[in-house]
């Protein structure tokens, strides 16, 4: 099959701190990959450092056969990297709508798409970033990622602390955005139970390296490899992160 | 009295002009930029050139000098300002006012150090009497003009594609570039513009001002307090602590003038006390 994206031996951090050392990948047209790993084991530098927005120690990175490894980050974004941040990282000074018409591009995910995709969006379409609930930012996160028209979408732990209900609907945009759709994805959890279904493949890190890589279906139904590098639980401890509603 | 009002508005006026560039660079990209008077001080000097030397009618110098100020500021921007960026605020005042003194000598040395005006057309000299207010016909122009610009900045800012883009950067410059806008060259865009508005403001303001190689010292201290005052999140900040400056310093050096500049000293320690993020800071941003 076609590569879409490659990412060869990539070594990535923070000023001088290594955090990835040495991790690979590839995706296809239209596939879905899982990217799982407990706390701080580096899921979250492997998707900055696909975006740009690292310290690139080593390796390369090819989207579509082209090398994009030089490029700034927003090159990257109009090369076709499409993100959505772990913070979500809403700009709180633009309106709903303002967020999602600052970053399009021309592509089959118009405003209108994304609308009918989270209709929430559209009645707050006037409301300011900051006035969002934790719900409606991660569906704001999703859709500015969206409207972007990227090749690939980068979706960084896009479930956290979300309450069931919202969850639910969130998972249903995105099975019907990768799925219907065929937007070729990585989706970051922590959390295996609730995105292997929806990805085709899977990868678990560990302390900055690869530790599995392969069928999500396979990964699904093997325990042992689930119970040693992944939280498995339903519940897990909520971390302290932005408060949802300010102001 | 209503014309000290008069007077203090089209004082203010200027002084936003030459300020607001200053807000929203430090805004965008935090950068201290204590030389954004000496752009000021080249919008003024070209204008001074062009009308007294040249014969080019004043209201056609004022674009040009906008526009000299504005590619000095680009030509800054992209050969040095770029590489003090990500320092740190002491590197960049550093860096800055040593900018600073070279304007200062380097102007001193081609035009002498003697303060210059610019030749004003007749039809823009003089006052005249309206329902009993002095109104002087030059500051007339200033609040006009100033007033016509402050309104489209606001508007460029809040109802532009263009102004959405350089609002999210300034919200968050890593996220703004991830998601495909070019920060760089936004801010580039952004510096020449502000450079740009400083000179025209350096141009309109050397009658009310004053023009001489010291201008981008004396008046640093005012741009900074509609920086503080105003805060960086917004144009109708700036604009407001520049009248307000404006008025106080024209009210005070008429009715208090022993005291001379402690009048806006004071106000500004006052407002500071009182909200200490600036007049009209968003409540808890970030
Ligand atoms: N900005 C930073 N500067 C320095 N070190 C960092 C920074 N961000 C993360 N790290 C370190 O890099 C390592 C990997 O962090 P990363 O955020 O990639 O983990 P993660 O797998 O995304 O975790 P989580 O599930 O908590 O989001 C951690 O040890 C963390 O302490
Ligand atoms: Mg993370």
């Known amino acids: 099959m076609a590569e879409l994206l490659a990412v060869d031996e990539l070594r990535a951090g923070y000023g001088k701190a290594v955090v990835l050392s040495g991790v690979s990948l590839s995706l296809a047209p239209g596939e879905a990959l899982a990217v799982l790993g407990r706390n701080g084991m580096g899921k979250t530098t492997l998707i900055n450092a696909i975006v740009g927005v690292t310290q690139r120690f080593g390796g390369r990175i090819r989207l579509d056969g082209r090398d994009i490894t030089a490029l700034r980050p927003d090159q990257r974004a109009r090369a076709g990297i499409g993100w959505v941040p772990q913070e979500r990282n809403i700009f709180r000074s633009l309106t709903v709508e303002e967020n999602l018409t600052a970053v399009a591009r021309d592509g089959p995910w118009s405003l209108a798409k994304i609308y009918d995709l989270f209709p929430r969006l559209a009645e707050r379409r006037q409301n300011f970033g900051g006035q969002l609930s934790g719900g409606e930012q991660q569906m704001l996160a999703v859709g500015r990622g969206l409207i972007v028209n990227p090749r690939v979408l980068l979706l960084d732990e896009p479930l956290e602390g979300l309450a069931p209900i919202v969850v639910d609907e969130l998972m249903r945009a995105l099975r019907r955005v990768i799925r219907d759709e065929g937007m070729a994805a990585i989706l970051v959890e922590q959390n295996a139970r609730k995105v292997l279904s929806v990805t085709d493949r899977a990868l678990i890190l560990e302390r900055g390296s690869v530790v599995h890589a392969g069928d999500s279906a396979a990964l699904r139904a093997n325990r042992e490899v689930l119970e040693a590098h992944v939280s498995v639980a339903q519940a897990r401890p909520e971390r302290a992160r932005q408060p949802a509603v300010s102001n | ?286």
């Open chain 2, 1 to 286: 009295m209503l014309t000290i009002l008069f007077d203090g508005i089209a004082y203010g006026m200027v002084l936003f002009m030459l300020a607001c560039g200053l807000s929203v660079t430090l805004g965008l990209m935090n950068l201290v930029n204590l030389a954004h008077g000496a752009f000021a001080m080249a919008g003024g000097y070209c204008a001074v050139v062009l009308v007294n030397r040249l014969g080019v009618p004043f209201l056609a110098a004022l674009p040009l000098a906008f526009l000299a100020s504005a590619l000095i500021g680009l030509a800054f921007e992209r050969t040095l300002y770029r590489h003090v960026h990500r320092k740190s605020h002491l590197d960049q005042v550093l860096f800055t006012i040593g900018l600073v003194f070279m304007a200062v000598v380097a102007v001193d040395y081609v035009a002498g150090s003697s303060q210059v005006f610019v030749q004003l057309p007749d039809y823009l000299q003089g006052r005249f009497t309206l329902l009993g207010v002095g109104i002087g016909r030059y500051r007339l122009l200033i609040i006009v003009l100033c007033g016509v610009i402050a309104v489209a900045l606001q508007l460029v800012l809040m109802r532009s594609r263009f102004g959405s883009r350089l609002r999210a950067a300034v919200d968050d410059a890593r996220v703004a570039q991830g998601l495909g806008i070019n920060v760089g060259g936004l801010f580039a865009a952004t510096f020449a513009v502000g450079s740009g508005l400083a000179g025209l403001g350096g141009a309109l303001g050397a009658e009310i001002l004053g023009l001489d190689p010291s201008f981008p010292l004396k008046y640093m201290v005012y741009f900074l307090v509609v920086v503080t005052v105003g805060g960086t999140s917004s144009i109708t900040g700036p604009f407001l602590a520049s009248l307000i400056l404006g008025i106080s310093d024209v009210a005070g050096k008429y009715y208090l003038p022993d005291l001379g500049a402690f009048v806006i000293y004071t106000i500004m320690i006052a407002v500071l006390i009182w909200r200490p993020q600036g007049l009209f800071a968003r409540a808890a941003a970030r």
